[in-house]
């Protein structure tokens, strides 16, 4: 897979674009993120998540107000911007990514059902866990999914990640815990 890596500067922030085949993964970091929520309208910014709902963009907007970034942790997660329609469909990237032990937590969602098995999320993953590695200096990749989750666990075996257990009552969805499923990548068994 072919990827190259650009840097856009000028008054916004500067941004870190993956190119993929069929994609462009434009990278949010901490800089990138508080640009876009204080300087674009909510109409901008449903459009660059690629969110469809207001409820959504809430979501976002809560997520921003309550602050993403602390003293032990930042992320960086990229939107993934489909090169034919321009549109984004999906975000894939860390949201835990601890620097003082080179680890971070990857997460991935594609934005409908319409574009799912279609391989962009195992598209979007490659670079970004190669991007992991190499820029971020990660040693270690973790991701977590239910048991249940037969796609994302494919992918993730996929990319070498190893199962690690499952963690039970890890996460509240609708009122209910569930378990998780831990995968992880060392830098050491990337085969990149």
């Given at each position: 897979m072919d990827c190259a890596l650009f840097y856009f500067c000028g008054m916004e922030p500067q941004m870190i674009v993956l190119e993929t085949e069929r994609m462009s993964l434009k990278a949010v970091t901490p800089e990138v993120y508080e640009y876009l929520m204080t300087n674009k309208t909510d109409d901008e910014l449903k459009a660059f998540f690629g969110y469809a709902t207001e409820k959504e963009l809430a979501s976002e907007k809560l997520r921003h107000e309550k602050k993403m970034v602390c003293y032990y942790q930042t992320f960086r997660r990229f939107v993934m911007v489909d090169k034919t329609t321009g549109s984004t469909i999906g975000?894939?990237?860390y949201h835990k990514w601890y620097n003082d032990h080179n680890k971070a937590e990857?997460?991935?969602?594609?934005n409908n059902e319409d574009i799912k098995r279609k391989g962009y999320m195992g598209e979007a993953l490659a670079p970004i866990v190669a991007h992991g590695f190499s820029e971020m200096q990660l040693n270690r990749i973790e991701a977590f999914t239910s048991p249940q989750?037969?796609?994302s666990i494919k992918l993730?075996?996929?990319?070498?990640?190893?199962?690690?257990?499952?963690?039970?009552g890890h996460y509240l969805k609708a009122g209910v815990y569930e378990d998780s499923s831990c995968y992880a990548l060392l830098k050491e068994e990337?085969?990149?």
């Open positions: 975000q894939c990237g990857i997460g991935y969602a594609l989750n037969v796609p993730l075996q996929n990319m070498g990640f190893q199962y690690e257990g499952v963690m039970r990337y085969g990149g």
